[in-house]
């Protein structure tokens, strides 16, 4: 077992835990978007980053990824962390102002209004990219893809063209955190006959 | 060539040992003679732009058609980048060494004429010293040239890269040799961990410390382990590294082979963008020849040491300088950045202990080897050994690529290398380190240009662009520039990266427009400081670096903007307007005639007027007026 310390709490954890979930085992909240235990952990939306102190020395590293080890003093309500996570939030809210469940975890941290305006008032989707790492690695289909890069990012089916490898099992829409891929669903299934056929036959 | 491998009676070139090396280099050097004349003649790219393959042509034709009365038939060497790249094409002439500057096919004749059959100097072609109006004949006599030291460029605009028998002759792979024949592989590291050199690709982490955890991250994991080159050099206004490729790449390939044998590497990768045609085509000839003449592959100089390596393209993505960007994007996937909590050298690339090193670092590698550790440790300052090599460019007179000693002042670099401002004012800031780098104003131009100064001043060495801006330059615009670029580069994986770019953008988008409050500079720091510290890689966690700095020197014209409505700098279209000043306008109609939007007024010969509910705020009329009457408020 390894020993180590968050907000002053000694915690223990196996060889080969984050520190996301030492925490989330001893009952410490830490926010989080695109983590799902189902799939790997991809430390894209930077809600869970938690501050590392040493002495005078300190860091910000995302929880979900950061693999435990003796001795870490992990924080996870400091100014630096809140500042994050506060901006974060903002953005998201202003990015996915349709999504009830981004304003419900923003307002569970006090971020309720947005100095930004949004671009796209229906948008839900923030490209946390789960869908696509559920169908990639509990479905074993790659039905969904991230496309584009940069500020263009989203999620779409593979080179733009509706796929008919989904099953419409629904394993994307479930672990979706902001209930965008309900929408985005029928844009990516394209006729899943050929799939369901196979399927079928076997 | 092939006389040479006979009468070394050589398995066609292929070196066995570092005698045969030395045995080689001797008998080019004696097969050549030193008083041929020889017109150099610099091929870099910036070179090649301004037609420099076109004053080679010329002389070819020059000296084939018209059958000089010279006792010696001149020869013709093209090299890599000289670096006075505002003079180009430059041509020098040897040995005498005369030195000719914005060279044109027409002028060939007349250099042919003057220099190569009557050995006299064509004077309008020289280098005029801007100061004392002196004409300078020589190379070295130069200011540009005699204020820097060239260490890691001392080869480049002299040899042909693509012929290895001219490195072979300028003491090329004789630090490979001295490393397979007299060194152990512990021995290099140990050599590389006393020069003290710092990586050159931005973040000046010890080279000698990363070999060295590599060394113990094998000893955990055992080998394969990889030795790869980060030649995606994508710095706006840099050009270090693409320079090095195309001017000395036996010297990159010699220090990677170098690492590969200290850390017992078999395969090695050498990244480089797609844009960089030139240096890719370099480097494949080098490997070639070096294959050839056993200096790659199996059994380097028959030392039982085996090691080769492929060239990987970028496809063009800035975020794949990024290291661990470049090793999925070698992979095959994506080039996004994975999260960094095992560092390379543990699990790099295919999940293997992998250095990483720019090309840069790479090149300084075989100096080290072969002049020792504590040769190079005395270059520089404590803690930031050995040299620099910088892109000069922006508004500087001469732009173009310099390597000084690390700790020589901003100052000395901008004013007396680059010969300080074209109209002579001092400049107003320099940005070091690129997009991820920051503005130094010039009340710290004394500031030492070393790793640790930079950082200090809020801004970092980065891979060595150096901007210069002066006072018709905004620093909101210049915010403006870095992040429109770094929101086009961005990966789009991490939120803070993805969506705060584009946010912090939109704030200074505001203030250029003359919208904003102080608050907004708070607004601006504080999402900074998030983005600095929630991004996933370096390019997000620097990316709010030029917006920071310029905050920190220039808050003032920030303020300038949004409370007084005015852009100081003339720059930002919304809050300036054009006017014709009557007592200087001398009714030219040149203005008139040029504006696009056809909104300048006035008989000929009388004082022209802008319409300002008009005027696109262009600036052509600025640009053409040749009596300047044309003035911003």
């Known amino acids: 077992m390894i020993t180590f310390k968050i907000d002053g709490q000694q915690v223990k954890a196996r060889p080969g835990w984050t520190v996301l979930e030492t925490a989330r085992e001893h009952g410490i909240e830490i926010p989080t978007l695109c983590f799902h235990p189902a799939v790997s952990a991809s430390g894209a939306c930077r809600l869970c980053m938690v501050e590392l102190r040493e002495g005078t020395w300190s860091k910000l590293v995302a929880s979900c990824i950061y693999p435990v080890a003796e001795g870490l003093q992990v924080h996870t309500d400091t100014e630096r962390v809140r500042n994050v996570r506060r901006w974060v939030l903002e953005m998201l809210l202003a990015a996915c102002p349709a999504s009830p469940e981004i304003a419900a975890l923003a307002a569970k941290y006090d971020v309720v209004r947005t100095r930004f305006t949004s671009h796209d008032p229906d948008q839900t989707c923030m490209v946390c990219g789960l869908c696509a790492r559920v169908c990639d690695e509990v479905v074993g289909l790659s039905a969904i893809a991230i496309v584009d890069r940069g500020v263009h990012k989203r999620v779409g089916a593979p080179f733009a063209k509706p796929t008919d490898i989904c099953v419409a099992c629904g394993s994307c829409v479930t672990v979706c955190p902001t209930g965008a891929m309900q929408a985005i669903f029928d844009s990516v299934r394209g006729e899943p006959t050929t799939a369901l056929t196979q399927l079928a036959a076997q | 060539m092939p006389n040479l491998s006979t009468a070394l009676k050589m398995d066609p070139w292929r070196l066995q040992s570092g005698e045969e090396l030395n ?448 006072h018709t330059d905004c620093v909101v615009d210049v915010g403006r520039y870095f992040l429109r670029f770094l929101e086009e580069e961005s990966c789009g994986k991490c939120l803070p990266c993805r969506l705060g770019l584009t946010r912090l953008r939109e704030i200074l988008d505001n203030f250029s427009q003359g919208v904003g409050s102080e608050k907004d500079i708070e607004d601006l720091t504080s999402l900074s400081q998030a983005i600095q510290d929630g991004a996933l890689c370096a390019l997000g966690s620097s990316a709010p670096n030029p917006v920071l700095t310029t905050i920190r020197y220039f808050r003032e014209e920030y303020l300038a903007h949004v409370q007084e409505h005015k852009c100081p700098a003339g720059v930002c279209k919304d809050l300036i307007t054009y006017g014709i000043d009557p007592e200087r306008c001398t009714g030219c109609m040149n203005c008139a005639r040029q504006c696009p939007a056809q909104c300048i007024t006035g008989k000929k010969k009388t004082a022209h007027v802008i319409d300002t509910h008009k005027c696109l705020r262009c600036g052509i009329c600025k640009e053409t007026c040749k009596f300047d009457a044309v003035f911003i408020s």
């Open chain 2, 23 to 470: 045995r080689l280099r001797a008998q080019i050097i004696a097969g050549r003679d030193p008083q041929r004349p020889e017109i150099i003649i610099c091929h870099g790219t910036g070179c090649l732009a301004n037609g420099s393959d076109k004053v080679a042509k010329a002389f070819r034709a020059a000296l084939e058609g018209k059958g000089i009365q010279a006792k010696v038939m001149p020869g013709i060497k093209t090299t890599g980048c000289h670096g006075f790249c505002s003079r180009g094409p430059l041509v020098i002439i040897r040995p005498q060494g005369l030195f000719y500057q914005r060279v044109k096919p027409k002028d060939v004749e007349e250099i042919v004429d003057h220099t190569l059959v009557h050995g006299k100097a064509v004077e309008r072609l020289l280098y005029k010293d801007p100061s004392s109006g002196d004409l300078i004949f020589n190379e070295g006599e130069i200011p540009f040239y005699k204020l820097q030291q060239r260490i890691v460029l001392h080869n480049i605009g002299k040899i042909d890269p693509t012929d290895i028998t001219d490195t072979i002759a300028a003491g090329g792979y004789q630090a490979l040799a001295k490393a397979l024949t007299t060194m152990t592989p512990e021995q290099v590291v140990a050599e590389m961990e006393k020069s003290g050199l710092r990586g050159r690709g931005g973040a000046g982490f010890p080279t000698g410390r990363k070999w060295r955890s590599a060394l113990q991250a094998i000893k955990k994991k055992g080998r394969p382990v990889y030795v790869v080159v980060n030649g995606d050099e994508g710095d706006p206004g840099a050009f270090m590294d693409r320079t090095i490729m195309e001017g000395d790449p036996h010297a990159v390939l010699e220090g990677l082979i170098i690492g590969a044998y200290a850390l017992g590497a078999a395969q090695g990768y050498l990244y480089v963008r797609a844009e960089y045609p030139l240096a890719i085509r370099h480097l494949e000839i080098a490997m070639h020849q070096a294959r050839e003449y056993g200096l790659l592959g199996e059994n380097i100089l028959n030392s039982g040491f085996s090691f080769d390596a492929r060239i990987n393209r970028g496809a063009g993505a800035f975020v794949c300088g990024e290291s661990t960007a470049l090793f999925t994007s070698i992979e095959g996937k994506p080039g996004n950045p994975r999260p960094k909590y095992v560092r390379s050298v543990e699990e790099g690339l295919w999940g293997r202990p992998t250095v990483l090193n720019n090309v840069e670092t790479w090149a300084n590698v075989p100096l080290i080897i072969e002049r020792g550790a504590d040769w190079y440790a005395g270059l520089g300052v404590p803690h930031s050994t050995g040299t620099k090599v910088f892109s000069l460019v922006g508004k500087v007179n001469n732009v173009g690529l310099v390597e000084v000693p690390m700790g020589v002042s901003m100052a000395h670099i901008v004013e007396q290398i680059g010969g300080g401002v074209p109209d002579g004012k001092p400049f107003k800031a320099v940005q070091t380190g690129g997009p991820s780098g920051g503005c130094i104003p010039y009340s710290l131009k004394d500031t030492p240009v070393d790793f640790d100064s930079l950082t200090a001043a809020g801004s970092m060495m980065g891979s060595g662009a150096m901007i210069v801006m002066d």
